[in-house]
Structures are given as structure tokens and as C-alpha cells.
């Protein structure tokens, strides 16, 4: 599996995470990404290349 780390300070909310992962593991609450499906997670790490803010982390467990 993988953990993944969002750094909220950083995260401005521009949903390109939730758009660009192919399982749908982030959703926007109250304007900050949030993995909310975590374990679905396949570690391709296409959010964190499309992250502008550097905010996202995928670490394999």
C-alpha cells in the first residue's frame, strides 16, 4: 500500500489531484484536497507532478 501525505498549508484546493488520479483517491473539503480513498492508492504518483504547490507525498508503506 502506499501513505500518502498532504500538506495543508501548502494546498490551495485546485482539485488537479482529484482530477488527474485514475482511482479517485482525493476529494476537496472545505477547499483542501483530501484522501479520502487512500487504499485504493496505485502509487503512480501523477498527483504529485501535477501538484504546482509541491503539497502532495506518495510513500510506499
Not at 477547499?31 to 504546482?52: F, H, Q, T
Request: overall charge negative; hydrophobic content about 30%; aromatic content about 4%.
Amino acid at each position: 500500500g502506499y501513505k500518502i501525505t498532504i500538506d495543508t498549508d501548502k494546498c490551495t484546493g485546485d482539485g488537479e489531484c482529484v482530477d488527474v488520479c485514475p482511482v479517485e483517491v482525493y476529494e476537496l473539503q472545505d477547499g483542501k484536497a483530501v484522501a479520502v480513498n487512500e487504499d485504493e492508492c496505485l502509487g503512480c504518483e501523477s498527483c504529485v507532478e501535477v501538484c504546482e504547490q509541491d503539497a502532495l507525498t506518495v510513500e510506499e508503506n
